[in-house]
């Protein structure tokens, strides 16, 4: 799977859009980007995927470079209910076999009033 | 609504008691999963089950058994709980053909 980079932390004014970039310089051909969220200690939640063109959804929207080495999650609209870890996971289509998600460090935004 | 249980959520025990998490879906997902999450080394998956009477190793298997008798239900079984399985636990679901996992609320266990 490639490796995925990440800013430790960012912060975001509440009602603003929260941009999270990652970078994945290495991904192949065939890897998907996921995007999954942590909230203090829950369970992750799984935000959007994406493998070539940009995607969107009523959580967010997922931007992926036309080289595919980089991508961004946005969130439109952040609310203080969306401080949580945001994980980036790049790796094969997770549609078989162990289909484990690797988490990395994240990164920990925090949404200000 | 469409969830993952897991129980007990909090689980303060000792050295050698034997243990079982259970975790259950029902949303009739074939693939299930065991996460434990530490401190600065992430999520690693301890079992999976790609459907009934279908299990196989994670990355951390050693010390930790699990069962698929029925499709909702994975629980994770701990014969001999030590210290360093203290951990925060997770339990996930997926319908094969999708992408998205479900995860459970988690279990905090702790061995003393």
């Known amino acids: 799977d490639a490796k995925t980079t990440q800013p430790p932390s960012m912060d975001c004014a509440e009602g603003r859009a929260a941009n999270l970039p990652c970078n994945h310089s290495?991904?192949?051909?065939?890897?998907?980007v996921y995007w999954y969220r942590q909230i203090h200690s829950q369970g992750p939640q799984y935000i959007i995927h994406?493998?070539?063109n940009n995607e969107t959804n009523e959580m967010a929207s997922l931007i992926i470079t036309e080289d595919r080495k980089s991508s961004t999650l946005i969130l439109p609209h952040a609310t203080l209910r969306d401080t949580a870890v945001y994980y980036c996971?790049?790796?094969?289509?997770?549609?078989?076999?162990?289909?484990?998600?690797?988490f990395g460090q994240g990164t920990r935004l925090t949404i200000n009033p | 609504e469409a969830q993952v249980t897991q129980n007990p959520r909090y689980l303060i025990t000792v050295t050698g008691k034997k243990l079982t998490v259970t975790c259950s879906q029902n949303?009739?997902?074939?693939?299930m999963s065991w996460y434990r999450q530490d401190p600065g080394l992430g999520l690693r998956q301890i079992y999976y089950?790609?459907?009934?009477?279908?299990?196989d190793k994670g990355d951390v298997p050693e010390g930790y058994k699990v069962s698929r008798k029925e499709k909702r239900n994975f629980p994770l079984i701990l014969e001999s709980p030590s210290p360093n399985q203290t951990s925060l636990y997770f339990c996930?679901?997926?319908?094969?053909?999708?992408?998205?996992?479900?995860f459970g609320p988690g279990t905090r266990l702790t061995v003393t």
């Open positions: 996971i790049v790796r094969v289509a997770i549609i078989q076999g162990a289909q484990k998600l690797v």
């Open positions: 290495t991904i192949s051909g065939n890897e998907y």
């Open positions: 996930a679901s997926r319908q094969t053909g999708f992408h998205e996992q479900y």
């Open positions: 949303m009739n997902h074939e693939y």
């Open positions: 089950s790609m459907n009934v009477e279908v299990t």
């Open positions: 994406g493998l070539k």
